[in-house]
């Protein structure tokens, strides 16, 4: 069994706007989340563009931000789905 890292999350009540812009005091301190793997095409290897996530919250949300570094975002294409049933956390 692997040991799994725990992060920190931030207490973002001293301001996140909900706006894409990550400079609010309430990412501050906030929890990063580095490292991911391809599962579906890659069988757990590193990514070939890297992604980055930001963790936090308040009294009443969860707040996450992720930037996605893909050279090319023009060809990314997205399957319809509904709820978290194609989310794998």
Not at 23 to 46: H, L
């Amino acid at each position: 069994m692997n040991r799994a890292s725990l992060a920190v999350l931030a207490d973002g009540r001293s301001g996140i706007v909900v706006d894409g812009d990550l400079s609010d005091p309430g990412w501050k301190g906030a929890a990063v989340v580095a490292t991911f793997f391809e599962t579906v095409f890659g069988d757990n290897r590193a990514p070939s563009v890297t992604t980055g996530a930001w963790l936090a919250y308040d009294d009443r949300y969860l707040y996450i931000a992720v930037r996605c570094n893909d050279p090319d975002p023009r060809k990314i294409r997205a399957r319809a789905c509904r709820g978290a049933a194609h989310f794998l956390l």
